[in-house]
């Protein structure tokens, strides 16, 4: 298991002070990069190795949103490898040690001369040590839209600041660009994504809006309809 305190800074909040949705995801990815980069098995070792964990699919379950300046500790661990697929959860407690944020993620490990899937080496399986996984409800990592009726939106170019170090859309692009086109008067609660895609500079994003009850769907395509991604937002319900 590994963690890391922290502290919530104002350039990590919303309009009400409170950590945005996307902030708290960047905090879950910063510490999975924390871990690999503290057990030699980071970005210098993937590169050299040839090879790269993909992100699949998204859960944040989401109890409350901890204020500006408050005290906070971000985990996460592996529990389960099968075959070429990784299995990870995240936390984050507040100064009580209280549980008010929890995810589950789906990774690919990925030859990245081929572009296919592979099996763990031993340094990734010994280096990366399995605990039992959190108690909370899994949801299947494939997102299903139970309505077809859909709003359009204008396509969006990505820019290199929507990039990552493998130089296509970092996954939290997608959940921010979802969150932009959200609700903010409605608080989330829950947040799931699917990945389909990897999308670089110069591709168009074009995203659809799927309402559901108490939670929206988005649908990010190209301008063939080649899907990108997709992102779940359930709501409180008030």
Known sequence: MYSFPSRIRYSETDYDGKLKLISLLNLFQDCTSFHSEDIGLGIKY????????????????????????????????????????????????????HEIAKANSVWTLVDLKTGRPIVPNEDIL?????????????????????CEDYETYDAIEVME????????????QYVKLAHDLSDHSKEIIRMRAEYNKSAKLGDHLVPKLFRGNRCDFFVFENKDGVKYATVYLEYLDN
Do not use: C
């Open 46 to 97: 993937h590169s050299d190795q040839q090879i790269g964990w993909v992100l699949n699919a998204w859960q944040i379950d989401i109890e409350r949103y901890p204020k500006f300046g408050e005290t906070v500790e971000i985990g996460t661990f592996p529990y389960d490898f099968k075959k070429f697929m990784g299995y990870r959860n995240f936390f984050l407690l507040d100064q009580n040690h």
């Open 126 to 146: 010994k280096g990366y040590r399995l605990h039992p996984k959190l108690s909370m409800e899994y949801l299947d990592r494939k997102i299903v839209i139970p």
């Open 161 to 172: 600041y929507h990039l990552d170090t493998n130089h296509h859309v970092n996954n939290g």
